[in-house]
Nanobody, 115 residues
Framework: QVQLVESGGGLVQPGGSLRLSCAASGSRFGFYTISWHRQAPGKQRELVAF???????GYADSVKGRFTVSTDNDKNTVYLQMNRVKPEDTAVYYC?????????WGQGTQVTVSS
């Protein structure tokens, strides 16, 4: 069993920055991927960024160059640094861990970009 808890969401002005955290607890072995997804009202959930146990990263075109995903293995935490945010980044952000025997989601954290 793995638990994921997101935090760091809130209200931010366009052009500002925000850092989301995803704290993981529980057993996990082998190769897995932790990813950030978001869902805006009336829209489907979409992948934002991911990082693998091997350190590979990937980003949606809409956030490339603005968002950065990273890990702190000592703290079992994955971060999503959001820079130069736009109103269209407004959504509930979720983290997910997926591996051969893993597929867990956090409860989400709301990010609102507005002046």
């Amino acid at each position: 069993q793995v638990q994921l808890v997101e935090s760091g969401g809130g209200l931010v002005q366009p052009g500002g920055s925000l850092r989301l955290s995803c704290a993981a607890s529980g057993s996990r072995f082998g190769f897995y991927t932790i990813s950030w997804h978001r869902q805006a009202p009336g829209k489907q959930r979409e992948l934002v960024a991911f990082i693998t146990t091997g350190g590979s990263t990937g980003y949606a075109d809409s956030v490339k160059g603005r968002f950065t995903v990273s890990t702190d293995n000592d703290k079992n935490t994955v971060y999503l640094q959001m820079n130069r945010v736009k109103p269209e980044d407004t959504a509930v952000y979720y983290c997910n861990i997926r591996g051969a025997t893993l597929d867990y989601w956090g409860q989400g954290t709301q990010v609102t970009v507005s002046s």
